[in-house]
């Protein structure tokens, strides 16, 4: 059993990936941490709860509220038509008696990370504000974690918000720089393998029939807000009836390594040039100029396997 800490930007595949961590007999949520992104970290928080309890999970995992802002102060957030005006394609949860913890999400995640000292895998899957804060606050984070798993960045293929850049990297290109460079055990999945593997309208049409009775609502759910992400898929990418697999990827992956293929690599990233902003850089020259520690980045999945694994806890 991993025992997991998720920060998310709560929008459409952030809450796959979190009702997947949820449903999974293999992880154990310990808290949710959120961040403006897909929707402000106030209303991110407020679908965690209300996910929480459409999971029927049977346990309630903490939630707090985090970065409103970047560390440079800046707030872009994600237009409407990708995750709808409330960050879970408009659909309408019944509320959660759960109140989030009144407290600074960065401390949530020291607090965690001391209390499970060597245990806790984090996955974030929006900006990496919250944890870029926790590491400022103390140094030691690194050392105190099993290891983190992140979704964000591209190396060889296109960005999504720039010809450069991904989103969640470029929501907070300094956060992303300091974490990614501040040694922790970490595990990069990016646009490279996320934009190769699919949810598709048969995988639900599948998951549906075969669906376990505690899992009903949460599968009525994902269908209905795939509406508007396949939607999006569709407008942008010329994709009909599918979507990447972007952030409910980096939390099996987190689970299970073994889906992926990882190159180990010194990246830093552009935090100080415009129309770079967000961009992963990366030094495999035998000589490097970069001398802080290295990161897996996941350069190929086993997107069939990883599809299938997705679905199966649901039925
Ligand atoms: O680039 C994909 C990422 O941006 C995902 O985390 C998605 O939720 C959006 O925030
Ligand atoms: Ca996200």
Redesign the pocket.
């Known amino acids: 059993m991993r025992r997991i800490l998720i920060d998310a930007?709560t929008?459409i595949?952030?809450s796959i990936a979190i009702l997947y961590a949820l449903a999974s007999p293999n992880l154990r949520v310990e808290g949710i941490t959120t961040c403006f992104?897909?929707s402000g970290a106030a209303q991110s928080a407020d679908n965690c709860l209300r996910l929480i309890r459409l999971s029927r999970c049977g346990y309630e995992a903490p939630v707090v509220a985090g970065a409103e802002c970047a560390l440079d102060g800046g707030r872009g957030q994600?237009p409407a038509h990708i995750h709808g005006e409330n960050g879970i394609g408009n659909v309408i949860l019944p509320e959660s008696r759960q109140r989030p913890l009144d407290m600074d999400a960065a401390d949530f995640i020291l607090q965690k990370a001391q209390e499970l000292e060597g245990e806790l895998t984090v996955v974030t899957?929006?900006r990496l504000t919250n944890l870029a804060r926790a590491l400022q606050k103390d140094p030691r984070l690194p050392r105190r974690l099993r290891r983190v798993v992140c979704?964000g960045g591209c190396l060889g293929v296109p960005g999504?918000i720039s010809p450069a850049a991904?989103?969640?990297l470029h929501g907070d290109p300094l956060a992303a720089d300091l974490v990614l460079r501040g040694g922790f055990p970490l595990i990069l999945v990016g646009?490279d393998v996320t934009t190769r593997t699919f949810i598709t309208e048969k995988n639900l049409l599948e998951t549906e029939a075969h669906c376990a009775e505690r899992s009903r609502e949460a599968v009525a759910y994902m269908r209905e807000a795939l509406r508007l992400y396949f939607e999006f898929h569709r407008r942008t990418e010329g994709m009909a009836g599918r979507c990447f697999v972007?952030?409910p990827l980096a939390m099996l992956i987190a689970e299970d390594p073994s889906l992926g293929e990882y190159k180990m690599l010194r990246v830093r990233v552009e935090h100080e040039a415009p129309a770079f902003r967000g961009m992963l850089l990366t030094d495999g020259r035998f000589q490097s100029g970069m001398d802080h520690d290295e990161i897996s980045v996941c350069v190929r999945v086993d997107s069939d396997r990883a599809v299938r694994r997705l679905f199966s806890v649901f039925q």
Request: hydrophobic residues 25%; proline residues 0%.
């Open positions: 930007d929008g595949d952030d992104g897909n994600a899957t929006g979704m999504n991904e989103a969640n646009l972007h952030d």
